[in-house]
């Protein structure tokens, strides 16, 4: 049997090339190939592993051109530069390395917070310019104060070490942060609202999502203590920039330390020049010891997979045997539609989630099934979480997971429930597999038969008479065109809802008049 052979294509340490050549594998070292899209498609055919890190790009072409690829390995976090889906459809394992920088990052956002507390970088610069201007830079300490944090994960756990080594004291907000987990970290759990009132430093650490877009937006950012700093180094996008820079002006916040933009490179932004903001190329994850260990853990992971099988850190779907695949394949996808229904619709700290399966679904291995569910709850806070990653990140969270079966199913041949409890309460979401395709058959105990679009109008409402009128007339002046309008309810009068797929995505403000509407309780958008 032949050695596998992985083609390097990007600069990676001489260190990570020794480890495959030590564990029995052929490998390719041109670090210059990446920028050579034609030339990568022209050779990518004689190679079974791909190891990269930014530069190259692997694009469909490139996959199509790949027939006998196996695996990608990414040295880093952002998978921007890999077609997963068509990586997917190949049959091809796309894997990072999500833990190989956290420390690295985590002190660099340190590092920010004292450049603020501190005026470090305005102070050498009027040093070096001949200035004394000792009374100027009048800083602040930073034991005693409140951190608050946004996203515990990973990086944002290291923080929070950091911090209270500092003798601060640290809130976090993170809706899969779970009580004992808080309790473990040795910070208090809060609700966003909170932090903003009680925080002096803020802090985050959480992928952009359409649930973290500009969750410091002008509104939230306004509700700040006066004096705050604010320091991101996760994602460009994650604080209102516009609005960050007028509260600099006021003075209402203190001061602010960004290493990310929402357009990078950054070569011109609104905050660059204001007297209190400090500003990094993207470095969270720049240093040798980073490069070192993403280098080398990709290297290892790639390594186990080519020659074990084994599977660590993989960004898209986990291996499904040949004969299970066909009658998995719908299920996945309801449960991973399902699971994102849900975690669009809870707005609390994710305590447990329990996944039942009744009737011939429940025969099935439900491991992928399980794990899609999961991965589609967590992923509208955590971006980059997928089916592999998330059954240890809910466990990390320490959120406990649950499996019920049941071999009949009252009214359908299969069905799925999935059960999100809360520090609030519990909210529990069916759905089934009809002619091949994924329905929601039931939301807050009200039956209903409703497909899964791209972009759906979710309200809950009491079942009064003019209400489908005024909702279709609204959704008429806005532009937005109905695809599909599905109707559930208790009884006439009672609790109802409305699922709407829709073609235009509804704005703030006709979602705001939407929830004007007489007896309705709740309005949201959701996206599959």
């Keep these: 049997m032949s050695k596998p052979k992985v083609l390097i294509s990007d600069a990676l340490s001489p260190a990570a090339v020794q480890?495959?050549?030590?564990?029995?594998?052929?490998?390719d070292f041109q670090p210059n190939l990446g920028k050579d899209k034609d030339k990568l498609a022209e050779i990518i055919g004689n190679y079974d592993g791909l190891a990269i890190r930014s530069a190259t790009k692997v694009t469909e072409k490139v996959l199509q051109a790949a027939t006998r690829l196996k695996v990608v390995g990414r040295a880093g976090i952002g998978v921007d530069n890999v077609d997963i889906p068509a990586a997917t459809a190949a049959g091809i394992v796309v894997m990072n390395t999500p833990f190989g920088n956290s420390i690295t990052t985590a002190e660099h956002a340190i590092a920010m917070m004292f450049a603020l507390a501190r005026q470090l970088p305005a102070a050498d610069a009027s040093t070096q310019a001949g200035k004394w201007e000792k009374n100027r830079f009048m800083g602040v300490e930073l034991f005693g104060k409140t951190l608050g944090l946004i996203g515990a994960g990973n990086i944002g756990s290291i923080v929070a070490d950091r911090a209270l080594g500092l003798k601060m004291k640290v809130v976090a907000y993170d809706p899969f942060l779970s009580p004992e987990r808080a309790v473990e970290m040795g910070v208090?759990?809060?609700?966003?609202e909170d932090l903003l009132a009680r925080a002096d430093l803020i802090t985050l650490h959480t992928p952009l999502t359409d649930k973290t877009r500009n969750i410091l937006s002008a509104e939230n950012l306004a509700r700040t203590r006066k004096g705050v700093m604010i320091v991101n180094c996760a994602r460009g996008g994650l604080v209102d920039e516009a609005a960050l820079r007028k509260l600099l002006d006021s003075g209402h916040i203190g001061g602010a330390a960004f290493d990310v933009f929402v357009e990078e490179p950054a070569r011109a932004n609104v905050l660059f020049g204001a007297e209190n903001f400090i500003a990094t190329p993207h470095l969270g994850a720049s240093t040798s010891e980073a490069q070192e260990n993403v280098a080398l853990q990709v290297a290892e992971q790639m390594s186990d997979y080519l020659l074990t099988g084994a599977v660590t850190n993989a960004l898209n779907s986990p291996s499904v045997t040949a004969e299970e695949a066909p009658r998995l394949k719908p299920f996945i996808a309801l449960a991973e539609k399902l699971g994102a229904f849900a975690g669009q619709m809870v707005d609390f700290g994710i305590k447990a989630i329990d996944i039942a399966y009744e009737g011939e679904v429940a025969g099935l291995n439900a491991r992928p099934l399980t794990a899609a569910a999961l991965a589609g709850v967590m992923r509208p806070m955590l971006a980059e979480i997928n089916m592999v990653s998330a059954p240890a990140v809910a466990k990390e969270r320490g959120i406990t997971v649950s499996e019920s079966r049941q071999d009949d199913s009252p009214i359908y041949e299969s069905l799925v429930r999935i059960t999100v409890i809360t520090e609030k309460g519990?909210?529990?979401?069916?759905?089934?597999?009809?002619?091949?395709?994924?329905?929601?058959?039931?939301?807050?105990?009200?039956?209903?038969?409703?497909?899964?679009?791209?972009?759906?109008?979710?309200?809950?409402?009491?079942?009064?008479?003019g209400f489908i009128g005024n909702l279709g007339g609204l959704l008429a002046d806005a532009g937005v065109n109905i695809a599909t309008f599905n109707l559930g309810r208790v009884s006439a009068g009672d609790d109802a809802i409305a699922l709407v797929g829709v073609d235009q995505e509804p704005s703030e403000a006709l979602?705001?008049?939407?929830?004007?509407?007489?007896?309705?309780?709740?309005?949201r958008t959701l996206r599959f």
């Design 511 to 523: 979602l705001a008049k939407i929830q004007a509407l007489p007896h309705v309780k709740e309005a």
């Design 188 to 192: 208090e759990k809060v609700e966003i």
């Design 426 to 465: 519990k909210r529990s979401f069916a759905g089934s597999v009809l002619a091949g395709t994924p329905r929601v058959v039931e939301v807050k105990g009200m039956d209903l038969d409703a497909p899964f679009g791209p972009t759906m109008l979710y309200v809950n409402n009491l079942d009064k008479p």
């Design 19 to 27: 480890i495959f050549k030590d564990r029995g594998i052929d490998v």
